[in-house]
């Protein structure tokens, strides 16, 4: 495309409202739930499907967002 990254992100905040980081990590978390709901993933394999370096940074991320680690999450779905 040629632009500059940062032409890139003034962008997409003017147009969406948010940061890209942020709209990215909202998109992610949202995966999350539904992948914890929909899935008999481990959780590993799903912060892996949505590009997490590693588990800890996924799992640190969802507890952030929602309160509750990934496990817990679904394990209360179970109830």
Same mark, same amino acid.
Do not use: W
């Given at each position: 495309?040629?632009?500059?990254?940062? @032409?890139?992100?003034? !962008?997409? +905040?003017?147009?969406?409202? !948010?940061?890209? %980081?942020?709209?990215? *990590?909202? @998109?992610?978390? %949202?995966?999350?739930? !539904?992948?914890?709901?929909?899935?008999?993933? +481990?959780? *590993?394999?799903?912060?892996?499907?949505?590009? @997490?370096? %590693?588990?800890?940074?996924?799992?640190? *991320?969802?507890?952030?967002? @929602?309160? !509750?680690?990934?496990?817990?999450?679904?394990?209360?779905?179970?109830?």
């Amino acid at each position: 495309m040629n632009f500059h990254h940062f @032409y890139l992100s003034r !962008v997409f +905040k003017k147009e969406m409202g !948010v940061p890209f %980081n942020d709209y990215l *990590s909202n @998109y992610r978390m %949202n995966m999350a739930k !539904v992948l914890l709901e929909t899935t008999d993933m +481990k959780i *590993s394999e799903i912060g892996e499907k949505l590009q @997490y370096k %590693n588990i800890s940074a996924f799992i640190r *991320s969802f507890r952030i967002t @929602y309160g !509750v680690t990934p496990g817990h999450y679904r394990q209360t779905l179970d109830k």
